[in-house]
């Protein structure tokens, strides 16, 4: 069938959605919900057999779905309403919610139910739950409904509330109101439920040190204690304030914009607050204890047996200098443990998507931040790529994009849990890109193939880049079971008794590559390009990082995604 997805952005449950119909063999465009006479200028120009829209914040017009089925996906269970489904969910503390994929009506959120399915609700921000749990509910739901429209016999099911499986409501907007934390009464699981509703988008209005900020993300701590509501500690560009019993972690805060003044977005909470912080103790916690720990860190090492696994998990994906270091000095920390395997990756959501472009926008000279955020990241990439005495294995739990895929692609083996998206470009910033992958993705897929994927622009599912070579192996089920397959696989990967012939063998090809180019040629010549582009007059890349930063909507729906 021609399937048109129609979407407010082109996120992560879009992308996922489009990959999976493309791989049953669907013909797949995408036209952006920017305006409803450019929505129908798209569907007329596709022509499609079915509409599906997959993440939407603004009504689909009548004349569309009076003409087109159009089934929307909702993130709540039958007959919950409102464009706050996930917010609602968390705050209160449900144990199980559901996406119902409904056809578009009049009424939003109202039309007849073509599938639905449940989910368990994780102790994690809204976020993560929607690139984990929701995104395989709706993927599952969608490709159901798909299939009920393709075979034509099924009738969809009305709205009933009367129905004993309808129990969801209408729910108001998730407002401020509801949000705002009362830090002498309420308690950390209390805390944690609003914060976590609440990230990434839009925060939790608070006030620190006379000024108003949104709160991102929410994390408990097990030791540290203090007045409610003070900030007692800061540890990695985060900070930690009291509750009436514990505390909490927040890594991100976004100043409240002032009438008039600059748009504002999202950064580490301590280099939002600088010197305000001045008398904030730093409390650091080595990768190594915070493994055992519950406590806020994003980087974690654990051994079993002769498996190291370094864990690392970074607000959005995003790398920023800083973070490239202390990862980069907790890979050679690993890297020298007398281990024979060693695990890369969080145990769900993003492995990594590459330079910090918040950070880099908020630097005084961005073109120099970037630099020595590429420069980092290079520096990360090389030590992998060096290490010899012991095989290196990427286990993606969740997606990668960019640089952060480039990251993953450097060890030996890379591990793909089969519900991860992988975008290996970097075009759409306006990139050259490096990380060494001018020499890593063309080993990989063959130089055909890296061109293709780095000009196309387009997400690569977990099936396409096994078939692909640009991953080894997939594995399915939840994050948790992806991450302990994992584990298992490792573990038996060290106990293999061809471990040393495959650790001879990559001495020696890393020689035999080193002696034909150094990697330090490849790093050179993809630097020449990135400083072109971060610094030369009329590189579309300054624009592009402010667009994407400042969430600029697009003008038209770009064209690599027409279909």
Known sequence: ???????????????????????????????????????????????????????LTRAIPEDIWSRHTVLIVHPGPKGDRGPSSLDWAIHEGAGEWGVTVLQAVAEMDAGPIWASVPFAVQPCGKSELYRNEVAAAAVQAVLLAVERFEGGWFAPEPLDYERWDVQGRLRPYHVQEF???????????????????????????????????????????????????????????????????????????????????????????????????????????????????????????????AVGHLEFAFPSGAMSTEQCRRLLAAYQQAAARPTSVLVLGPARDFFSNGIHLNVIEAADDPAAESWANINAMDDLVAAVLTTTDKLTVSALAGNAAAGGLMLAIA???????????????????????????TYTLPRRVGGEQAHRLTTAALPVGADEALALGLVDRTGGGSAAEFSSWAAREAAELARSPELSVRLLEKKRRRAEDEAVKPLADYRAEELERMWHNFSAPGEPYPALRRNFVHKVCPTATPEHLLG
Request: charged share 25%; aromatic share 8%; hydrophobic share 45%.
């Open 411 to 437: 060890a030996d083996e890379v591990w793909c849990r089969d519900a991860a998206v992988l975008n290996p470009h970097y075009r759409l910033m306006g990139l050259h890109g490096s990380e060494y992958w």
């Open 179 to 305: 949000r705002r934390i009362d830090w002498a009464v309420d308690d950390t699981a209390t805390v944690l439920r609003k914060l976590r509703s609440a990230d990434s988008q839009p925060g939790v209005l608070d006030e620190l040190y006379g000024a108003e900020y949104f709160l991102h993300g929410g994390y408990p701590e097990d030791q540290l204690r203090g007045v409610p509501g003070a900030v007692v500690a800061t540890r990695d560009g985060a900070l930690c304030r009291a509750t009436v019993d514990g505390a909490v972690w927040i890594p991100q805060l976004r100043a409240r914009r002032t009438p008039g003044g600059p748009v504002t977005f999202k950064l580490p909470a301590a280099q939002v607050l600088g010197e305000l912080l001045a008398e904030v103790p730093e409390i650091p916690v080595s990768p190594v204890a915070a493994a055992g720990r519950g406590t806020w860190s994003e980087i974690r090492y654990r051994e079993e047996g």
């Open 1 to 55: 069938m021609r399937i048109l997805l129609i979407a407010s952005a082109f996120n992560s449950l879009t992308q996922r959605v489009h990959t999976e119909l493309r791989a049953l063999g669907h013909t797949v465009g995408v036209e952006l919900a920017l305006g409803d006479e450019p929505v129908r200028a798209g569907v007329a120009r596709f022509g499609p057999d079915l509409i599906v829209a997959p993440m």
